[in-house]
């Protein structure tokens, strides 16, 4: 998947912005409210030190795996990065379900909108399930392309004598394998057959490597779709915000969040076993997702209206949308995927250190919840 993948979200998330402003500006019900801790320029000088904190904390969490997979503790295969995972998938896990999902449930239940329709049916639910099952879809579909496109050129003769054989010579262990040769030429028949099993042995393990390869690299994409979403969202709304006493405490928990999500979304980028020019473009569309969500909400907080009908309405959707993304990418292909694999499969101890960083990230994230 190239960046055009990416600029298309990106083109996508600001025709959605800008169709929410156009009939906000003229509701009534999306007026801020301007009592209390109300102050434009303050505000606006707050907006900026967020874009660049916020931009650091992204390139720091989305790049740290990167510049640490040189240390051999550190390194993809060895357990700390496995337990590091844990921690960063649970972060993602906590995203969905304490940030985006009732961020979602507020905006679609709020009293700007008509009770009919947003009353009578759960529409965030009903759009995180139907997420979830295209997410599903898209996996599976990028899975297939993925297989038929790289691996075309290293498929093996299935031939049921050759793959019988090939069997039977990995299951002695070591015992010498009986000759199918006889006569004058058994020794050179049966050196030629050796060969031949190895080499098969070989183009499959090279094969397996290819797809599980592709499948780390789906898994990266699809997860940053995901992340896009919310980040550009919520970069809106603070942008857009003229309560400094609401943007200070969101600055500090969104610097947290984009720190440890990047680290989640880093890791998969690295196990995906990218080149460095699709490494930078996936770390450089993350790392400035929410600051340009910012700088569009400061562009357009003269007229975007966080609380009219329309913006309520887009924002909800694409809210419920991200969580049932980031749900089933955090269950479904980071920590089912990890958890039932043969390496925490094969230990108890790494499986209980790991299930520990689950926890902590989940709650860390849940305790921001509390301010953003």
């Not at 240390?71 to 357990?79: A, E, K, R, S, T």
């Not at 610097?255 to 680290?263: A, D, P, R, V, Y």
Request: contains cysteine.
């Amino acid at each position: 998947m190239s960046c055009h993948f990416y600029l298309f979200f990106f083109s996508f998330f600001l025709l959605a912005s800008y169709s929410s402003v156009v009939v906000a500006a003229v509701d009534e019900c999306g007026e801020e409210s301007t009592h209390g801790c109300y102050d434009r320029s303050k505000a606006l000088w707050l907006k900026f030190v967020a874009i660049g904190t916020i931009l650091g904390a992204s390139m720091i969490g989305v790049c740290s795996p990167f510049f640490f997979q040189s240390l051999p503790i550190f390194h993809p295969d060895g357990n700390i990065f496995i337990i590091v995972k844990a921690f960063a998938s649970g972060v993602i896990l906590a995203t969905g379900y304490m940030h985006v999902l009732p961020d979602s449930f507020n905006d679609l239940n709020s009293p700007c909108l008509p009770d009919h329709p947003w009353r009578d049916f759960p529409f965030t639910t009903f759009v995180a399930m139907i997420s979830a099952i295209f997410t599903l879809m898209v996996d599976s579909f990028m899975m297939s392309v993925y297989n038929r496109k790289c691996c075309a050129h290293h498929e093996v003769d299935q031939d049921p004598e050759v793959v019988k054989r090939t069997v039977e010579l990995e299951n002695e262990e070591g015992a010498r394998p009986p000759l199918i040769f006889h006569g004058h030429g058994h020794g050179q028949g049966h050196n030629h057959e050796v060969m031949h099993s190895q080499e098969m042995r070989d183009a499959l393990e090279q094969e397996q490597k290819i797809k599980a390869r592709g499948r780390k690299r789906v898994i990266a994409q699809v997860l940053e779709m995901g992340i896009v979403v919310h980040s550009v969202v919520i970069g809106l709304a603070l942008g857009s915000s003229q309560n400094p006493c609401t943007i200070k405490p969101l600055v500090v928990a969104l610097c947290f969040h984009q720190l440890f999500e990047g680290m989640g979304l880093g890791g998969c980028i690295l196990q995906a076993e990218y080149r460095r020019k699709m490494k930078v473009i996936m770390a450089f569309f993350f790392s400035i997702t929410t600051p340009f969500g910012i700088a569009l909400g400061i562009g357009l907080s003269k007229i975007y209206r966080a609380n009219s009908p329309t913006a309520l309405i887009v924002v909800g959707l694409l809210n419920a949308a991200s969580a049932g993304l980031l749900n089933y990418m955090a269950l479904v292909d980071l920590l089912a995927a990890d958890f039932l694999g043969p390496r925490l499969q094969a230990s108890v101890g790494l499986q209980g250190w790991a299930y520990i960083a689950v926890l902590l990230g989940a709650g860390l994230m849940s305790v921001m919840a509390k301010w953003a």
